[in-house]
């Protein structure tokens, strides 16, 4: 069992930046791939970007990328999204999410088997 928190949330203006932290409890969480995901106001929860549990390997979403990164630190077991040139349609609640399987990173939610509760991020225009 892996329980997930989120943090680092807020507003922001346009341009700026912000960098979330997930904190998972759970002796095998440096053996899961570890993803992040967002839900807009009226709309479906999307992927944002996941990480292999090595480091190996990363996958982002097109919208993000080259503006987000996401990194990990086993030894904490917290994974970060660095969030920059965030933009008014980045406005979502985020969330954190754990695969359990050792397979590589995948942008679908169902692929995922453990959720934290979210953190509002807001980018004002």
């Known amino acids: 069992q892996v329980q997930l928190e989120e943090s680092g949330g807020g507003l922001v203006q346009a341009g700026g930046s912000l960098r979330l932290a997930c904190a998972a409890s759970?002796?095998?969480?440096?053996?899961?791939?570890m993803g992040w995901f967002r839900q807009a106001p009226g709309k479906e929860r999307e992927f944002v970007a996941a990480?292999?549990?090595?480091?190996?390997?990363?996958y982002y979403a097109d919208s993000v990328k080259g503006r987000f990164t996401i990194s990990r630190d086993n030894a904490k077991n917290t994974v970060y999204l660095q969030m920059n040139s965030l933009k008014p349609e980045d406005t979502a609640v985020y969330y954190c999410?754990?695969?359990?399987?050792?397979?590589?990173?995948?942008?679908?939610?169902?692929?995922?088997?453990?959720w934290g509760r979210g953190t509002q991020v807001t980018v004002s225009s």
């Open positions: 759970g002796r095998t969480f440096s053996t899961y791939t």
């Open positions: 990480m292999r549990w090595s480091g190996s390997s990363t």
């Open positions: 999410a754990a695969d359990r399987t050792d397979l590589p990173p995948r942008r679908w939610s169902w692929a995922y088997d453990y």
